[in-house]
């Protein structure tokens, strides 16, 4: 069995001997005459169907089938040259079909699919004469040179329970549902290892990989190292097998640096023992762990360690496996164009393997970064070949992914109801997959589309439902992605308090598991949390840790000088934050997200009419309104009413404002965001007459204060203390000098004014 997530290659292969069989004792004269009658039944059977007779699965000559039981017993311990050369030896003396497939399947997991092909291509030809067994397997062994793992399964399925005391059509049927995560699994795995022949090393390993897919980390750790120490003399493959279990299991533990170098251990034996597609697939499954630590460097190298070799091998399917790799890396980078390429590429790889899953997916995953830089037809119609492909081979997880990506793409095109229903799809998926990870992500994106459907109540239900599987899981990584996802939900709705939480616990795992990539995000989460509660020493000290991470990608380092501006004007130094907002802008341009770029022109708007220059600052917040209701993007439209309304306001242009006040209502409604909020209240104050403005704001004051939005909560104190003549006004104006907050003593309108 191959290690969880690899391909089925055709691992432990072996035909248990003929197996002894009694019956009534029968007198020699009864055995010749009964051998007679068969033979005359053969021959008349034989000339009525015009067919051949099944040939023998086992070779009979005694050497032969001594060095064929060698052999296998050898695959079964992973020793694929000492195998090879066996069942090779024994092909000369006495060449049965059975010999040649296990040959085939140990050929393909060398990567040497030209010459396992080629000993298909002739089992192929002879397709009449074989068994019904070893067509079966001639059927899985085929899919698998291309990929085509699901087909693959159900050809080892029928196989098995055609012979189910075979060990190692066993044990190829149990790595090929590992490869698959059916939820069969466990019922396989207990009529496989009970079988004597299992070497022990072998079955621990296969617990490992069990206890992988039912999410049982501690038992996977605990069997793979077994395992490891098991396999330690004599069985090096069988070792480096369990140590990509040990690994996986330390990766989901959070323990990264770990994870990596248990990686390495097992790939740099696989590749010197020629274990080609092992040794790929680990490979590639190192990439995440590197990736978490930022380290793009020794992805690329790795990567580049294998080209040459799989070229070498002529192996599309693994060609194509590595080129959707190097598109995961460019995408990282952020090099979207290179990422579609080396998809595309990936893509082509696969057709010409035949292999629809590995075109789908490569497909599907080049519909991100089309969207990315705004390709969004070029990414529909990728995705819809994608689907066609992912519906006729019909692999819930291919189809999970795909229905994933659509909903993406709808959900970017403000094509809510549309993204839900893809998600949900994959939802359904997922769950008939038993892949617990992936229900809890996709709840994740249905909450994000709740968020963008204005139904926050729901996001939290949602993204607390996935948080609880995360839990469950134990994947720390999972846990602070969603508490991320939590904490921005909640600083949405104003709940600061579990805005804090959720982030501070965030920022604690990420440092702990080392991913400095999304330990940027919830640092910068934290300082925008710290901004609210007036705590500006305390944001501007987040920012500087967050720079220090590293490696910030240019969005990254958009947030961060957004941040640095809305400090900077919350200290009254328009240069200061005109100069950080342009840089956010500069960094969004080159992404090419363009609501992120709108959100950045309207910063510099605020710092435009924060000058005085009002003329400029209503231009921006025109044009910005205009492509947010043209891009259907209605969190740029709602923000850019809102200034807009202030503008017309201090222009004294009240039934102007009036109209700007009522879109932004309906927006507002459409899509609820505090801080939105905040600002038509304010703004709606100022249009009112007293007492209702004095009310308005009083009203204002205790909502801020329940939620622990201190900034707002001096903002509006000053506004009303200002408007009543409250003597209190100068201690107030003495707290706000000692927090920096010197724009509050200005003109105190909106909030990031």
Not at 712 to 736: C, I
């Amino acid at each position: 069995a191959q290690a969880a997530g690899d391909p089925p290659f055709v691992l432990g292969v072996a035909r248990t001997p003929a197996r002894d069989r009694t019956g009534t004792k029968v007198t020699v004269v009864a055995i010749v005459a009964a051998m007679i009658i068969a033979l005359l039944s053969l021959v008349t059977h034989r000339q009525q169907a015009g067919t051949a007779a099944p040939l023998s699965n086992w070779p009979e000559n005694p050497k032969a089938k001594e060095l064929a039981e060698s052999a296998l017993l050898a695959a079964r311990h992973f020793n694929i040259g000492e195998a090879l050369d066996g069942l090779e030896k024994a092909r000369k003396i006495e060449d049965v079909p059975r010999l040649a497939l296990w040959q085939s399947g140990l050929l393909l997991m060398r990567g040497e699919r030209l010459h396992a092909t080629q000993v298909l291509s002739v089992l192929e030809s002879r397709r009449e004469s074989l068994q019904r067994v070893d067509q079966l397997m001639l059927d899985a062994i085929q899919n698998e040179v291309t990929g085509r793992f699901g087909p693959a399964l159900e050809a080892w399925r029928i196989a098995y329970e055609m012979d189910p005391d075979d060990i190692d059509v066993g044990l190829a049927f149990y790595a090929a549902q590992v490869h698959e995560a059916s939820p069969e699994l466990r019922t396989t795995f207990e009529r496989v290892a009970k079988l004597d022949d299992v070497p022990p090393p072998r079955r621990l390993l296969m617990s490992a990989q069990l206890a992988h897919r039912e999410n049982d980390i501690d038992r996977q750790a605990n069997q793979a190292q077994a395992a490891e120490l098991a396999s330690a003399t004599g069985w090096p493959v069988m070792a480096a097998l369990a140590q990509i279990e040990m690994a996986r299991a330390l990766k989901a533990m959070g323990q990264v640096g770990e994870s990596r170098e248990k990686f390495s251990e097992a790939i740099k034996t696989l590749e010197q023992s020629d274990v080609l597609r092992p040794a790929i697939e680990a490979r590639l499954d190192q990439m995440d762990p590197a990736l978490v630590q930022g380290d793009m460097a020794h992805v690329d190298s790795g990567l580049d360690a294998l080209q040459a070799r799989v070229l070498k091998a002529g192996d599309n399917y693994a060609i194509g496996r590595l080129l959707h790799a190097r598109g995961r890396l460019a995408r990282r980078l952020g090099d979207n164009d290179r990422a579609v390429a080396y998809y595309t590429a990936a893509a082509e790889q696969h057709e010409s393997a035949r292999n629809p899953d590995g075109v789908a997916s490569a497909l599907s995953a080049a519909s991100g970064p089309l969207r990315r830089i705004g390709r969004n037809d070029e990414a529909r119609e990728v995705l819809d070949r994608a689907l066609r492909l992912a519906e006729q081979s019909g692999t819930p997880s291919i189809l999970a992914n795909v229905h994933g990506n659509l909903a993406n793409l709808a959900a970017t095109e403000a094509r809510y109801a549309e993204a839900r229903k893809h998600y949900e799809a994959s939802l359904t998926l997922f769950r008939e997959l038993h892949d617990q990870r992936m229900e809890a992500v996709t709840l994740g994106h249905l909450a994000n589309v709740s968020v963008y459907e204005g139904d926050l109540r729901a996001a939290d239900k949602l993204n607390r439902e996935a948080l609880a599987l995360f839990r469950t899981l134990q994947q720390p990584p999972d846990i602070a992605r969603i508490l991320t996802s939590l904490s921005t939900a909640a600083l949405d709705s104003g709940d600061l308090s579990n805005a804090s939480e959720f982030s501070e616990e965030a920022v604690v795992i990420f440092e702990r598991i080392k991913d400095p990539n999304r330990l940027a995000n919830a640092l910068t989460l934290r300082a925008d949390v710290r901004l609210h509660a007036a705590d500006l020493a305390g944001a501007t000290s987040l920012l500087e840790k967050t720079e220090a991470t590293g490696n910030l990608d240019d969005e990254k380092q958009a947030i961060v000088a957004t941040l640095r501006g809305r400090i900077a004007v919350l200290r009254n130094q328009s240069k200061a934050a005109r100069q950080a907002f342009g840089i956010a802008l500069a960094k969004r341009e080159a992404t090419e997200t363009r609501a992120l770029q709108r959100a950045s022109r309207l910063d510099l708007a605020r710092v435009e009419l924060m000058d005085g220059r009002l003329a400029v600052a209503e231009q921006t917040a025109i044009e910005v309104a205009v492509q947010g209701k043209e891009d259907s993007e209605l969190s740029s439209e709602r923000d850019a009413r809102l200034l807009l309304a202030r503008i017309l306001l201090d222009q004294n242009r009240h039934s102007d404002a009036e109209r700007e006040m009522a879109a932004a209502r309906a927006l507002l409604d459409g899509t609820p965001h505090f801080d939105g909020e905040a600002t038509w209240t304010l703004l709606r104050s100022r249009m009112d007459s007293n007492p209702d403005r004095t009310q308005r704001l009083r009203w204002l004051i205790e909502h801020a204060r329940t939620h622990g939005q201190r900034l707002l909560e001096l903002r509006v104190t000053g506004m009303l203390y200002a408007e009543t003549n409250d003597p209190k006004l100068s201690e107030w104006r003495e707290q706000v000098r000692s927090l920096g907050l010197l724009s509050l003593l200005g003109p105190m309108l909106v909030l990031g004014s």
